[in-house]
């Protein structure tokens, strides 16, 4: 299977993703949900205007995700995955938030109320490079074509 179908089974099987921004020079790790656009470029996600990570993003848009299918168990050791993606986010605003809004409700349809609130924005994520990590320590870098 190639990598970007891995990482597309990946994110696939994945509800979930840590997201990693930075205040103060210090990092600061948010869990949340997730939609990924299918040629894997955007990520796509939903956040409260009065929360830290809201903040941390409007003063520095760089971010990273974490995505991983582990089940805390000592067979994670040789048989999980994982990707860190690095890249920039931006609110979106007009026809790009009606289609991430739909994305994001195709996967997670019981967060409607929370991504179609007035005191919500959601966000793209702009992958700028994949670490995939499979077999405890078999890392490959993919970087999505634009």
Known sequence: MSLKKRIQSLLDSQKLAVLATKRDGSPYNNLMAFAASSDLTCFYFVTNRSTRKFKNLSEDDRASLLVDDR???????????????????????GETLSVAKKLLLIRHPYLKNFVDAPTCQVFCFEVEVYYFV?????VSEYRPEP
């Open 71 to 93: 089940e805390n168990t000592s067979s994670d050791f040789h048989r999980a995955c994982a990707v860190t993606v690095l890249g920039r986010t931006h609110p979106l605003e």
């Open 134 to 138: 499979e077999a405890f320590g078999n």
